[in-house]
């Protein structure tokens, strides 16, 4: 039995290395501006689409690039552009909305996956898109009963793409959720000139509003409740009923978190996937895996709309209530192989024996470690360096400059929801 395939997000290359780390078998991403996280500061540009390509090869993992937004006309040249070479630095896919993007890739022989911005839910839509598109994303807002009945159909009716194989439904399975039908929004482009549907969003519906009644004018404050921001999607806990309706790939949502996000989230559903392929799936495992996935950036959890719930669960914070959270504190600057010493310039805050630290690494991804001993600039062995200080302790991965060092603390205790 082929395993569902497990797609993690790439917003720079210290998640693409994150995602391996995880255990990903493809990693999605953007480059420049026509995908829907635009206004990212961790996109990629044209000139990294080979690195991608290599490196993703080189770990025998796939390679998607998003390029999911409305496209106008003075978007056409760059479109085609992007493409080509995508389509010559050897990308897997592109994943679109557009059906000028669809086009383009498809006469360039580039294998194309239908965005969940098409908002497909239904048999006949699978059909029409067959005959441009081996995988399709599904609309967000449907229920486990409404996929299986579409991965069915698409069996019983031979449903084949371009490829001439039958078309696979790939599903979201973790990550934050739009107020918006899967994710078509136009709130910031109302409020602000900014549009979700180009990848601008702003994320407005994640404050805090009051309902003001026009006629008599009275206002009501929602207490405790983001009412248009929904808490984030985790499926972990039901993973084997939504593996069961015939979904051939899983995606987590994230190309504008952090690579520690990534790693994290990639890994706790690598373990369920596999576990559950080896009837080892448990209660037991489950609760241990949202325990990982709280420690991440999160606004609480919840399962969607594929259990069946009429209206989303609204959290009750505008930021992450993730159990830990990273600090800044310096850069790599010098590494001794033979005594496996790292040394860092602290650049903000301290660094005491005992801290839990990660170091992010466009090169290697998220490795965590927990300080044993000290070496500060010219006073020797200390218990905490500072800010200013040259600092190294042992470590048995290779450092660059451009690895950055982050101290791991916990944060207010958990509330019971």
Not at 21 to 49: H, I, K
Not at 54 to 69: A, D, G, V
Not at 218 to 241: R, V
Not at 292 to 317: A, H, M, S
Request: proline share 2%.
């Amino acid at each position: 039995m082929q395993k569902v395939e497990l797609m993690s997000p790439a917003g720079s290359f210290e998640a693409l290395h994150a995602a391996i780390q995880g255990g990903a078998d493809s990693v999605y991403f953007g480059v420049e501006q026509l995908n829907m996280r635009a206004r990212a500061t961790m996109n990629f540009q044209m000139d990294d689409l080979k690195a991608v390509s290599f490196i993703c090869k080189e770990h025998h993992i796939k390679s998607y690039l998003t390029l999911n937004t409305i496209v106008y006309d003075h978007d056409l040249a760059l479109m085609k552009n992007i493409i080509n070479a995508a389509k010559l630095a050897g990308i897997d896919a592109v994943i679109a909305s557009d059906q000028a993007v669809i086009h383009h890739a498809f006469t360039q022989k580039l294998e194309v996956h239908i965005s969940t911005q098409l908002n497909i839910t239904n048999i006949e839509t699978i059909q029409f898109y067959a005959h441009f598109a081996d995988v399709m994303v599904l609309s967000r807002e449907l229920s486990l009963g409404q996929i299986k009945r579409i991965c069915d159909g698409i069996k019983k009716e031979n449903i084949k793409g371009p490829s001439g194989k039958l078309i696979q439904i790939e599903v979201f399975a973790h990550g934050a959720l739009c107020m918006a039908v899967s994710g078509k929004c136009y709130l910031s482009l109302h409020t602000q000139n900014a549009s979700a549907n180009r990848g601008a969003c702003l994320q407005n519906c994640r404050r805090k509003y009051k309902v003001i009644d026009l006629e008599e004018g009275h206002e009501l404050e929602i207490d405790n409740e983001y009412i248009m921001s929904p808490k984030d999607l985790c499926t972990i806990n039901f993973l084997n009923e939504l593996i069961a309706t015939g979904v051939s790939v899983l995606k987590i949502e994230g190309r504008g978190k952090s690579a520690d996000y990534v790693k994290t989230v990639t890994q706790c559903y690598r373990e369920a996937i596999d576990l559950y392929y080896e009837g080892m799936f448990t209660k037991k495992k489950v609760a241990e895996w949202i325990q990982r996935l709280k420690q991440v950036y999160n606004r609480d959890f919840w399962g969607g709309y594929y259990l069946g719930q009429e209206l989303g669960e609204w959290t009750n914070t505008s930021g992450s209530k993730a159990l830990t959270r990273k600090i800044y504190l310096g850069k790599g600057n010098h590494y001794y192989p033979k005594t496996g010493i790292a040394e860092f310039l602290i650049e903000a805050y301290s660094l005491s024996v005992g801290d839990k630290v990660a170091i992010i690494s466009p090169t290697k991804g998220v490795i965590e470690a927990t300080i044993t001993s000290l070496h500060v600039n010219a006073h020797g062995a200390m218990d905490t360096a500072n800010k200013g200080d040259l600092c190294a302790f042992p470590f048995e991965v290779p450092v660059k400059p451009s690895d950055k060092l982050y101290k791991i603390i916990a944060t207010a205790v958990e509330e019971k929801v």
